[in-house]
């Protein structure tokens, strides 16, 4: 069986707030190792099962923070930007399950750092359904025929996890207080946990589809101001819908909908005000 892994961080054992997910801050580098020992116990909970073979991509900001050299020397890294398909870089249907590490809940929605992949986004939808970053990397997962075994983050990730895909394997790590205060289990205590999780999710796999998304799907994004909707609407194929801050995308799938997704995201970024 071959595995894969999208690692975020926000939802990383013991992390509460952004001085632990930015690089620019005090607590980052702490939170890199953290990071790494989370992932190498679900990486080695996966080979002790008998899996052939895990592929980690790293799905943080500038997805550089995985410790290489402390990973487990089996894994293989995808590690660094531009990624054409950024936090499901690598995902193909040549693979037999993903698992979402360090998952955090979608933008407006209670979580410990809850949001849907930059501070200008209010929500994502397909087709009218609102979806986060979970949802819209278990999507293209979908596309291939991939399905998501195991999310783990906070239990408000959690309970976003199970709505959105029957019979996954979730794991709490972590309860939100607030956006940027948790309960946390300590990173030891959560890779028991994780261990056993993981391979709970791996004997469960059969009793899990692929989350297969709609065809030719209607991208919206809601933006938090009228000037971020501008700046998206930039991108050839776009409109802004009337009197609203959102901006649509008719997609001929769900690869070039997330294609279109990073492209708006990262031009509504572009306002400074």
Not at 99 to 105: A, N, V
Not at 171 to 182: F, G, N, W, Y
Not at 190 to 210: C, D, F, M, S, W
Request: with cysteine; aromatic share 8%; proline share 4%.
């Amino acid at each position: 069986m071959r595995l894969y892994l999208s690692v975020d961080m926000e939802g990383i054992t013991g992390l509460p707030d952004y001085t632990y997910v930015d690089s620019g801050e005090h607590n980052y580098e702490r939170a890199r190792m953290i990071m790494t020992e989370e992932t190498n116990y679900v990486i080695k909970a996966a080979y002790d099962f008998g899996c052939s073979e895990v592929i980690v991509n790293d799905s943080h900001s500038k997805m550089n923070n995985l410790l290489i050299n402390r990973l487990h020397p089996e894994a293989r890294l995808i590690t660094g930007d531009v990624k054409p398909l950024s936090m499901i870089q690598g995902i193909d249907s040549s693979l037999d399950g993903a698992m979402f590490i360090g998952y955090h809940s979608r933008a407006g929605q209670a979580g410990v750092m809850s949001h849907s992949m930059v501070g200008a986004v209010r929500n994502f939808y397909i087709n009218d359904k609102a979806v986060g970053e979970l949802g819209m990397n278990a999507y293209v997962a979908g596309y291939f025929g991939v399905p998501v075994l195991l999310v783990s983050g906070d239990d408000q990730v959690a309970q976003e996890a199970e709505e959105l895909i029957p019979e996954v394997t979730t794991v709490i790590v972590k309860e939100a207080v607030s956006r940027s205060a948790a309960l946390s289990l300590t990173p030891r205590k959560a890779g028991e946990l994780l261990t056993e999780k993981v391979i709970q999710a791996l004997e469960n796999q059969r009793n899990v589809y692929p989350l297969v998304p709609p065809e030719q799907p209607l991208l919206k994004i809601e933006f938090t101001n009228y000037g971020q909707a501008e700046w998206a609407n930039l991108m050839p194929g776009t409109q802004i819908i009337p009197n609203t801050t959102m901006v649509a995308y008719q997609a001929k799938d769900i690869v070039e909908a997330y294609q279109a997704m990073l492209v708006m995201t990262e031009l509504a970024q572009k306002t400074k005000f």
